[in-house]
């Protein structure tokens, strides 16, 4: 009887233990409570440029520079560019080139950079960039963006950035400075000089101020048929 009692008591013991240790054993996470990475830079929109050096042409080409000012996602992957030091050593480097210069000089006089600007005065333009400040979860995509622990990181490793290094290195090379010092005789630069002397250019203008495709829905249905005005005639090549 006593060994009965006995082995009741061990066996009931030991229930109460497993018992007592499966309620013990703390509750797996559930999957949205896990760490998360570090936010990834922001996504690049289609038609956006993939590598700094296609970002520094695309910033100073004004006749898409400005498509940032009317996309707030281009604005976002902009700003994420931008706030690179791999991005701020390879604009260093390329502003040491006379023919970003003339390549930028010359997109200004294009006849596409008038409907590159004039599509940020579209109301629609103007209205969603209320409805963005408005918006919690832009202003969220910019503090994420910018105060990505990667970012940081590489703005506290830039010393030893090879891209920084390099244009470090380039500025203390003299012939860096050769293209700069021959720029009065770079033909790319004399070309671009030339560009106001064609009278096709004004002509080019002219139709951007008028064409409806220079601005947004809003005032370029104004310029659409029929209450919009003929393209002018460019003058015969002589």
Known sequence: MRKLTLLMTLALGNLSALAFAQQSVPAAPPAAATATPAPAAAATPDGMPRTHQEWVAYLSDFTHNAEIMSDPKKFVAAMNEISEPAFLATATISMMNPNLYARS??????????????????????????????????????????????????????????????????MLNPNAYVPMATAPVNPNLWGTAMMPMNPNLYTGWANSAVSPQSYGPTWGSMFAPPYGMAPVQQAPAR
């Open 105 to 170: 000089m010359a997109s200004a006089m294009d006849p596409r950079a008038y409907g590159n600007y004039a599509r940020i005065v579209d109301p629609m333009t103007l209205m969603t960039w209320m409805q963005v400040a408005l918006d919690p979860q832009f202003f969220n995509a910019m503090v994420q963006m910018l105060s990505d622990p990667n970012k940081v990181m590489r703005w506290v490793s830039a010393p030893t950035d090879p891209n920084v290094t390099a244009m470090a290195l380039g």
